[in-house]
């Protein structure tokens, strides 16, 4: 039966044509694969795309900027690579002070990476919470105004200090402020800035935003004062529209680092913590434990 062992050759004739493109393209493909994940080849070792990409992750302006940031990043993990690998056969790896130094990035990676999985559950905000915040917070929003201030800086005797700073909120003009320091024998550098709401300590610009135009606020901590005079104040008021994002944002930050204080919190509790040697007098509770 020729026409059976014709037929027959044929499909086999076609069947290891279709076997030899599909293990071309499989070849192709790994092959493909295999050289986009590798940016290059230093001596034995290999770097990366994805060794690319985390560099560029913690440094976006690298990636932001003319397009050759992945280029640059390259040639610096080239050089890493190299000197790493000298490391290695200087034996350094096994220098006590170097295995200290990786023990410890080690532990600093792990405690990061088990912290930021902690964050990632934080939910995000809602628009009623959105709301709330903008609502309290008007000095930032609604009100939000750019300030114009200058900042002096003080150095005396902390009780001279003290004296002076309960006179200050008295003083109505920059005028007042310089004879009132020149009375108690206070002098400073000082300095004119401009300040939006959202660049000050939220309790500074609890004050600073309740000042009329020449009134000062100071401060005073040990022999350190600091001396902050309203010049001038702009009207720059945020709708929610605008601001929705920049609360939305603050407000998970701030869901992640309460969670993440609420689970290191809860670790410590568990945990079986002693203080040795010259530590353990300056031990949380040691005080109270020795007054027992």
């Known amino acids: 039966m020729p026409h059976l062992r ?39 070792g290999e770097l990366t795309v994805h060794q690319i990409e985390t560099v560029l992750e913690r440094q976006p302006r690298l990636a932001a900027g003319d397009g050759g940031g992945a280029a640059r990043v390259l040639e610096g993990l080239i050089d890493q690579e190299l000197a790493a690998q000298a490391a290695k056969s200087a034996k350094l790896d096994k220098d006590p002070r170097v295995v200290q130094r990786l023990e410890a990035a080690r532990r600093e990676i792990l405690a990061q990476a088990w912290q930021e ?66 009375r108690a024998g206070l002098s400073g550098p000082s300095r004119v800035v401009a300040q939006a709401a959202e660049d ?13 135009p020449g009134r000062s606020i100071a401060f005073a901590q040990g022999g ?28 998970v930050n701030l869901r992640k680092t309460e969670a993440i204080g609420e689970a290191m919190k809860k670790l410590r509790s568990e945990a079986r913590i002693a203080y040795q040697g010259s530590f353990a007098a300056s031990a949380p509770g040691a005080a109270a434990s020795a007054a027992r």
């Not at 003080?154 to 004879?179: H, I």
């Not at 000050?200 to 009329?212: D, F, S």
């Not at 350190?224 to 407000?251: F, H």
Request: charge should be neutral; glycine fraction near 4%; proline fraction near 3%.
């Open 224 to 251: 350190q004062g600091r001396v902050y005079t309203l010049l001038q104040a702009v009207q720059a008021p945020v709708d929610r529209r605008q601001a929705q994002g920049a609360i939305s944002s603050y407000l």
């Open 6 to 44: 014709a037929a027959a050759r044929t499909a086999a004739a076609a069947i290891a044509a279709a076997l030899t493109l599909t293990l071309a393209a499989c070849g192709g493909e790994a092959q493909r694969k295999a050289d986009s994940q590798v940016a290059a080849t230093v001596n034995d």
């Open 117 to 182: 999985s902690v964050a990632a559950k934080a939910r995000g905000s809602s628009s009623e919470e959105i709301d709330r915040y903008y609502d309290a917070q008007p000095a930032l929003f609604a009100q939000r105004r750019i300030y114009v201030l200058r900042e002096t800086g003080l150095q005396a005797d902390a009780s001279e200090l003290k004296t002076f700073v309960g006179k200050v909120a008295a003083v109505r003009t920059p005028e007042e402020l310089v004879t009132l320091m020149q």
């Open 200 to 212: 000050l300590p939220l309790n500074l610009l609890a004050q600073i935003a309740a000042l009329e």
